[in-house]
């Protein structure tokens, strides 16, 4: 049967005290795979202000994905966050995406902020009925994880492109939850709740 197209999903590489990065880790448990028909790509994104825009768009031209899910560690919850709004603002200190800046334009003369295309609801429903916490965000922050998701909205913008993209935080790894406070889902379970997504998406096409 011949493939439908390319799901492309992305991860940040490790940063940091961070051995791993959880966004990286989880889609290389998808990578490969063929779901519901489409061939299920892979890349890693340096966590470097300056490199995020050109790897990204790379990507978005070799393998003209049918849809493209962006993925970014966050400490803020076990909750799997469906990022709704892209803004263009980037602050952040030297040490974190090598660039030190403070709400700085990531587009100069680009919109304010930009939507992503996902099916959010039935995102949002299908985890639930797993069992798996998920919740929409109406913040990505202001570092890494918006970076690349206003790039990515703003160059399907530009280029014309109509596909399903967007952006989803992964918790933390266990071992990376500071003492045991600090909120983390298992990287198998975060794998399978990015399953789903890649399913519920897939039987849209």
Known sequence: MPSKGNILLTGYEAFGDFKANPSIE???????????????????????????????????EAYRPVTLICTGVSGAGSAIPVEQVAINCFSASGAVMGMEAQDMLIREGGPAGYFNSLPCSKILDGLKKTGIPARLSNSAGTMGCNLIFYHLMDWLTREHVDILAGFIHLPRLPDQALDGRSPSMTVELSARAL????????ELG
């Open 26 to 60: 989880v889609c290389r448990k998808l990578y490969g795979r063929t779901i519901n028909g489409y061939d299920i790509a892979m890349k890693e994104i340096a966590m470097k202000f300056d490199r995020v825009k050109e790897e990204l768009e790379g990507h978005l």
């Open 195 to 202: 399953e789903i997504e890649v399913r519920i998406i897939s």
